[in-house]
């Protein structure tokens, strides 16, 4: 029971209501944060009244007596809600993005000169975390879907396929950007004692799915999942969790900690936290109703929109054997249009003020969650069903080749070896036969095209400049997507 509420404490949201009673005390603090509850802000005039987030945040001081007032103490309490809710033996909540979850999780599991198994639609925060603990990277996979060029995650077959050695630990995305869902079972069984690190930062809400519901890595057998609560639950951006399992025997809990306190700030964002306890709450009393309608109201928009021309909307069924959609992300393909997916987004924001998830050379990706309606839905099916009337329909060159990532190049460095060593800029037409000195990932969704130590190839090289012509944007290339660190 909640000692001030009298409340069962899974019926609470300790840290929501420990950061209000703190605020709502207007406090004379003299500690920082420097804004001081957000005294500074307001009589500056910048925010007339002062208000949410400033007057929460209070640092680590929060208004919990039986918790020594201390943030971090009640933010323990609500992490153990967390993990009683999603099924792990432990979680944490983090203030530093699901970044700091799959930064730390790889740090924990291998050591120097370690071997880990990538997915090829790996985030870059897998590769920074290769680099900082020097490992040996093993690309898994690389297949596409058939008709889509959509990329496909691994299965045991790639595993098998990629190296007959054994890893220190497999890292998946799954469910992966446009919504593909890896079978984890099988990769976790495979690799069985060894770790299985999921990165569901898009699939926090996988464990509230009505049945059949996608596979999700706690319920799979995955060691360490990292959720980005933010991307599908009523978090604010930057809040996500990490869950332990003990579905291996190592790291354990302590270890996983150790890193945590390494990669993430050592001021907890107390508004970031607070978040995370509503989100709990919410998502423990309403969520399996607000993530069914989500999934109705995709179906929906799905059927709706196989009446507009020229556009095509995937489909569950049109998946491989052992791979599952998750339907709350709906992928429309507006090659048929004339139109490439950075096109078509534009349109869509400009004319009728629908913002995708996000878009790519054929694609657009747009996400249902527990927030949307009726009225939502409309909007999207009006803007789509418009843009598809209003298009010219026709081939559109490149893009479809353009959809699917080059084959990655010869490794040539180990990824530490190539971040640290001394570099400098080439523009992208001189690159080739360079060796990488860092990752170049197109944005969204953020898939490497090149990684450090990598030899940089003519395809990487003309897609690269491609991408950019279309619009699209590469993150890690400077000089606004002009030029590639290369190792000097």
Same mark, same amino acid.
């Given at each position: 029971?909640?000692?001030?509420?009298?409340?069962?404490?899974?019926?609470?949201?300790?840290?929501?209501?420990?950061?209000?009673?703190?605020? !709502?005390?207007?406090?004379?603090? &003299?500690?920082?944060?420097?804004?001081?509850?957000?005294?500074?802000?307001?009589?500056?005039?910048?925010?007339?009244?002062?208000? &949410?987030?400033?007057?929460?945040?209070?640092?680590?001081?929060?208004?919990?007596?039986?918790? !020594?007032?201390?943030?971090?103490?009640?933010?323990?309490?609500?992490?153990?809600?967390?993990?009683?809710?999603?099924?792990?033996?432990?979680?944490?909540?983090?203030?530093?993005?699901?970044?700091?979850?799959?930064?730390?999780?790889?740090?924990?599991?291998? !050591?120097?000169?370690?071997?880990?198994?990538?997915?090829?639609?790996?985030?870059?925060?897998?590769?920074?975390?290769?680099?900082? @603990?020097?490992?040996?990277?093993?690309? =898994?996979?690389?297949?596409?879907?058939?008709?889509?060029?959509?990329?496909?995650?691994?299965?045991?077959?790639?595993?098998?396929?990629?190296?007959?050695?054994?890893?220190?630990?497999?890292?998946? +995305?799954?469910?992966?950007?446009? /919504?593909?869902?890896?079978?984890?079972?099988?990769?976790?069984?495979?690799?069985?004692?060894?770790?299985? =690190?999921?990165?569901?930062?898009?699939?926090?809400?996988?464990? &509230?799915?009505?049945?059949?519901?996608?596979?999700?890595?706690?319920?799979?057998?995955?060691?360490?999942?990292?959720?980005?609560?933010?991307?599908?639950?009523?978090?604010?951006?930057?809040?996500?969790?990490?869950?332990?399992?003990?579905?291996?025997?190592?790291?354990?809990?302590?270890?996983?900690?150790?890193?945590?306190?390494?990669?993430?700030?050592?001021?907890?964002?107390?508004?970031?936290?607070?978040?995370?306890?509503?989100?709990?709450?919410?998502?423990?009393?309403?969520?399996?109703?607000?993530?069914?309608?989500?999934?109705?109201?995709?179906?929906?928009?799905?059927?709706?929109?196989?009446?507009?021309?020229?556009?095509?909307?995937?489909?569950?069924?049109?998946?491989?054997?052992?791979?599952?959609?998750?339907?709350?992300?709906?992928?429309?393909? +507006?090659?048929?249009?004339?139109?490439?997916?950075?096109?078509?987004?534009?349109?869509?924001?400009?004319?009728? /003020?629908?913002?995708?998830?996000?878009?790519?050379?054929?694609?657009?990706?747009?996400? &249902?969650? /527990?927030?949307?309606? @009726? !009225?939502?839905?409309?909007?999207?099916?009006?803007?789509?069903?418009?843009?598809? @009337?209003?298009?010219?329909?026709?081939?559109?060159?490149?893009?479809?080749?353009?959809?699917?990532?080059?084959?990655?190049?010869?490794? +040539?460095?180990?990824?530490?070896?190539?971040?640290?060593?001394?570099?400098?800029?080439?523009?992208?037409?001189?690159?080739?036969?360079?060796?990488?000195?860092?990752?170049?990932?197109?944005?969204?969704?953020?898939?490497?095209?090149?990684?450090?130590?990598?030899?940089?190839?003519?395809?990487?090289?003309?897609?690269?400049?491609? #991408?950019?012509?279309?619009?699209?944007?590469?993150?890690?290339?400077?000089?606004?997507?002009?030029?590639?660190? #290369?190792?000097?």
């Amino acid at each position: 029971m909640s000692a001030r509420t009298g409340r069962a404490l899974t019926e609470t949201a300790p840290l929501v209501e420990a950061l209000a009673e703190a605020a !709502g005390r207007a406090p004379a603090v &003299f500690h920082t944060p420097g804004h001081k509850r957000g005294r500074w802000i307001e009589a500056a005039g910048v925010l007339p009244g002062g208000g &949410f987030p400033w007057a929460w945040d209070g640092g680590d001081a929060v208004w919990a007596p039986d918790r !020594g007032h201390d943030l971090r103490a009640v933010a323990e309490v609500a992490s153990g809600l967390v993990a009683r809710l999603w099924g792990a033996r432990h979680s944490w909540l983090l203030w530093n993005g699901a970044t700091a979850g799959v930064v730390a999780s790889i740090l924990a599991c291998s !050591g120097p000169r370690g071997r880990i198994g990538v997915s090829r639609l790996a985030h870059r925060s897998v590769w920074d975390a290769i680099v900082l @603990a020097d490992l040996d990277p093993v690309v =898994i996979g690389g297949r596409w879907l058939e008709g889509w060029d959509i990329p496909l995650p691994p299965d045991v077959r790639d595993l098998r396929a990629a190296t007959d050695a054994p890893l220190d630990a497999l890292v998946v +995305v799954s469910p992966t950007y446009h /919504g593909i869902c890896a079978p984890l079972q099988d990769l976790a069984g495979f690799m069985h004692p060894s770790p299985l =690190i999921v990165d569901e930062a898009h699939g926090a809400h996988l464990a &509230f799915y009505p049945d059949p519901s996608p596979p999700h890595g706690i319920g799979a057998g995955a060691h360490l999942v990292v959720h980005g609560a933010h991307k599908t639950l009523p978090a604010l951006t930057q809040a996500a969790f990490l869950h332990w399992t003990g579905a291996a025997a190592e790291p354990g809990i302590d270890e996983v900690t150790r890193w945590l306190e390494m990669v993430q700030s050592t001021s907890p964002q107390p508004a970031l936290l607070a978040s995370l306890d509503a989100a709990r709450l919410e998502m423990q009393r309403h969520g399996q109703r607000r993530v069914a309608r989500a999934v109705e109201l995709a179906r929906g928009t799905r059927r709706a929109l196989q009446q507009a021309r020229g556009v095509r909307v995937l489909a569950p069924e049109e998946l491989p054997a052992g791979f599952t959609l998750d339907e709350t992300r709906l992928v429309v393909d +507006v090659a048929g249009l004339g139109l490439s997916g950075w096109q078509a987004a534009s349109e869509l924001v400009g004319a009728w /003020g629908v913002w995708p998830e996000m878009a790519g050379a054929r694609h657009i990706v747009f996400l &249902f969650t /527990g927030a949307d309606d @009726a !009225g939502s839905v409309d909007r999207l099916v009006g803007a789509l069903t418009a843009l598809a @009337a209003r298009s010219p329909s026709g081939a559109t060159g490149r893009l479809p080749a353009l959809a699917r990532l080059p084959a990655p190049g010869r490794r +040539v460095m180990r990824p530490a070896e190539a971040a640290r060593h001394r570099a400098r800029r080439l523009p992208w037409p001189q690159a080739s036969g360079h060796v990488s000195a860092g990752v170049v990932a197109p944005y969204p969704p953020g898939i490497p095209l090149i990684t450090p130590g990598e030899e940089i190839t003519e395809e990487a090289v003309a897609y690269a400049l491609d #991408v950019r012509h279309a619009g699209g944007v590469l993150r890690g290339s400077p000089a606004e997507g002009r030029e590639v660190w #290369v190792a000097a």
